[in-house]
């Protein structure tokens, strides 16, 4: 089987979406002119032909699928799309080194082989009470896993669920694209710091940006430090620290 294939808005469903219930498929969204494609393209394409490798790479250029990138919120690329079972299971935008690649790839579930479901995602993948999908929301963020913990807090309007958002949507992008500038560099060390989780290095990072740059992203930086602290929870050590210099 080709380990790395092109995709299309023609075979899409066959080959992402179909194929995906028997082995994990990450497709990378790319375009011939960006240059940090150049950049994670050639790792993705080592990783996936290492002989340990059970995912299927689908490269899709984002120039002439226009509605595909459209369908999946695509903003920014690269862009990498993990789909597992019919349903995206993880992602991330940027050129990331290769270790935080690689990562990415191990920590994908497997494919069940069961055939697609009929239903849309959003009811198969957040299902429980309101209170069973915050607390596991609050699970899946302490493991730094954002796009799953997302899912759960979709549609919830709960005070917690509110603010736990910003920092589950800023996990699961890991960072804003792989950009050069010291505040994008910054986004980049938060990101890293909190998937670990390095709690203290993480608010340090986002206290900075807001120290630095008040006029620039810090609505971001101060829901993602928000979403944190509720998370940690008003007791924590950290918020008692931290939260008087972020300010309510």
Same mark, same amino acid.
């Given at each position: 089987?080709?380990?790395?294939?092109?995709?299309?808005?023609?075979?899409?469903?066959?080959?992402?979406?179909?194929?995906?219930?028997?082995?994990?498929?990450?497709?990378?969204?790319?375009?011939?002119?960006?240059?940090?494609?150049?950049?994670?393209?050639?790792?993705?394409?080592?990783?996936?032909?290492?002989?340990?490798?059970?995912?299927?790479?689908?490269?899709?250029?984002?120039?002439?699928?226009?509605?595909?990138?459209?369908?999946?919120?695509?903003?920014?690329?690269?862009?990498?799309?993990?789909?597992?079972?019919?349903?995206?299971?993880?992602?991330?935008?940027?050129?990331?080194?290769?270790?935080?690649?690689?990562?990415?790839?191990?920590?994908?579930?497997?494919?069940?082989?069961?055939?697609?479901?009929?239903?849309? $995602? =959003?009811?198969?993948?957040?299902?429980?009470?309101?209170?069973?999908? !915050?607390?596991?929301?609050? #699970?899946? +963020?302490? &493991?730094?896993?954002?796009?799953?913990?997302?899912?759960?807090?979709?549609?919830?309007?709960?005070?917690?669920?509110?603010?736990?958002?910003?920092?589950?949507?800023?996990?699961?992008?890991?960072?804003?694209?792989?950009?050069?500038?010291?505040?994008?560099?910054?986004?980049?060390? $938060? =990101?890293?710091?909190?998937?670990?989780?390095?709690?203290?290095?993480? !608010?340090?990072?986002?206290? #900075?940006? +807001?120290? &630095?740059?008040?006029?620039?992203?810090?609505?971001?930086?101060?829901?993602?430090?928000?979403?944190?602290?509720?998370?940690?929870?008003?007791?924590?050590?950290?918020?008692?620290?931290?939260?008087?210099?972020?300010?309510?």
């Amino acid at each position: 089987m080709n380990k790395v294939i092109d995709v299309n808005a023609a075979d899409w469903q066959t080959a992402v979406i179909q194929q995906s219930h028997k082995t994990p498929i990450v497709v990378d969204f790319w375009a011939p002119w960006c240059g940090p494609c150049r950049m994670l393209g050639p790792i993705l394409e080592r990783l996936v032909n290492e002989p340990s490798s059970t995912f299927v790479l689908a490269k899709l250029n984002t120039d002439q699928n226009q509605q595909i990138a459209m369908q999946y919120s695509i903003q920014g690329i690269p862009a990498v799309k993990a789909f597992v079972n019919g349903r995206v299971v993880n992602e991330f935008v940027g050129a990331l080194p290769e270790s935080q690649v690689r990562s990415f790839i191990q920590q994908l579930p497997s494919a069940s082989g069961k055939p697609a479901s009929k239903k849309p $995602v =959003a009811q198969k993948a957040a299902t429980g009470t309101p209170a069973a999908r !915050l607390q596991q929301a609050r #699970t899946l +963020l302490g &493991q730094g896993k954002g796009c799953s913990a997302k899912i759960q807090l979709d549609g919830l309007t709960d005070a917690a669920a509110v603010k736990l958002m910003p920092l589950a949507a800023f996990l699961c992008a890991m960072g804003k694209g792989g950009g050069n500038d010291d505040l994008a560099i910054t986004y980049e060390q $938060v =990101a890293r710091a909190l998937n670990k989780p390095d709690y203290p290095t993480g !608010l340090y990072k986002l206290l #900075t940006i +807001l120290n &630095q740059d008040r006029g620039y992203r810090n609505g971001e930086a101060y829901k993602v430090a928000m979403g944190l602290f509720e998370l940690l929870g008003d007791g924590h050590e950290l918020v008692i620290a931290y939260k008087p210099l972020v300010g309510n």
